[in-house]
């Protein structure tokens, strides 16, 4: 299920006495693994302090938009592009008005307008001023950019009225943001992968393999759905339970895999090839179980066909990205792969000495036409998140250059 782990939200907050809710809606934030910078207008500031909330989120809180020291950390350009959401609770009448009329005259409204991110407002005001035909027109000019509404609720108010405009508790809010997929980074993303080993037989007992375990493979599968990715997991012969929700096909060969990965190919916009495929497959299978006789055996070999190579062939306007295992000069060969291969990434690790092979942890080195990233030693799973927010970003760049290119 897609979650709001590693999603970067930017939680504007807005003056109003609901201003004291967001501190829990951060703290749900964090405990849902997101990350999370809170910009304060200055009305925010006099009911919670920023101190509050640089404590809660573990980051500056950002509140003005002319602050040289602020500027010179992360500019309000960056952070505008740094947010995959926008969350702005408590959003105020006065806010919302702002953000209806586009206004750019604090550091908040700025962000918004200088963001690509989706936006959802969770409105908090007096019942009187919800329903004053001035905020209805504004909710109404909101709505109809895909502004997402969060509430309000009904009930007691602050100032001892009742009726709508009070906010939504943080765990209402955390719900509706957790089951709206529409600012995933993968949403409608259609993402294809191959994984495991392959097996090419011998003879009804026996065939060649190799030691990948698919976990890398099968860890890349949760983390693009997670992001929001219809996912295809083309696998070999593994001990791994798929993730639900991914369409799993089981293959042995590498013949199997390159008819099924391309059987489910048209339509996919990012492949993924994690599989270790075997690069030679007996010249003929023995129909029979191969007695031994003779004191020496000789296989005879052939050349598989490289799937990855094949599909970016058939498939330019994909985005491919492959993976290399190398004992020693990882960055030349990944490059050369990425040429070779006409691949948009490549990400390479070290098995100097075997290692990587069914270990927990492993270490990448990503290359791209014009730029490159080191992953660290860290667990695959988290290794798998952190690449596939990376393919996500990539992704977008490359489908955006694509877009201006066509226009
Ligand atoms: N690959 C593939 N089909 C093959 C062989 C490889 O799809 N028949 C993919 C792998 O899934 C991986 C990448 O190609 O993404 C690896 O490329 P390859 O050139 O095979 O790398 P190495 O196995 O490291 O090969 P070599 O050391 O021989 O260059």
Known sequence: MPTLAQQHILLGISGGIAAYKAAELTRLMIKAGAEVRVCMTEGATHFVTPLTFQALSGNPVHTTLLDPEAEAGMGHIEL??????IVIAPASANCIARLAHGF????????????????????????????????????ATLKSRHIKLLGPASG????????????????????LLQADTSALPLNGVKVILTAGPTREA????????????????YALAEAAQALGAKVTLIS??????????????????????LNATLAHMPEQNIFIATAAV???????VVDKKIKKSATELSLPLKRTQDILATVT???????????????????????????RKNLQMVAANSVAGGKVFDQETNALEVVWRDGQHSFPEMPKRELAQQLMQ???ARYHSFKDIRSCVLN
């Open 80 to 85: 505008a592009r740094w947010a995959d959401q």
């Open 390 to 392: 990376l393919i996500a």
């Open 156 to 175: 007691a108010q602050a100032c001892g009225d009742i009726g709508f405009g009070r906010m939504l508790e943080p765990e209402q809010i955390m719900q």
């Open 202 to 217: 011998i003879d009804p007992v026996r065939f060649i393999s190799n030691r990948s375990s698919g976990k890398m493979g």
């Open 104 to 139: 750019a005259d604090d550091l908040l409204t700025t962000l918004c307008l200088a963001s690509k991110a989706p936006l959802h407002i969770a409105p908090a005001m007096n019942q009187q001023m919800w329903a004053n035909a001035a905020t209805q027109a504004n909710i």
């Open 236 to 257: 070999g012969p593994v001990a791994l339970q798929a993730p639900p929700d991914v369409t799993l096909i089981k293959v042995e060969s590498a013949e199997q895999m």
């Open 278 to 284: 075997a690069d030679y497959t007996p010249q003929e």
């Open 313 to 339: 062939d058939r498939y330019p306007e994909l985005f491919s990205v492959g993976f290399a295992a190398e004992t020693h000069d990882l960055m030349t060969y990944a490059r050369g792969k990425l040429e």
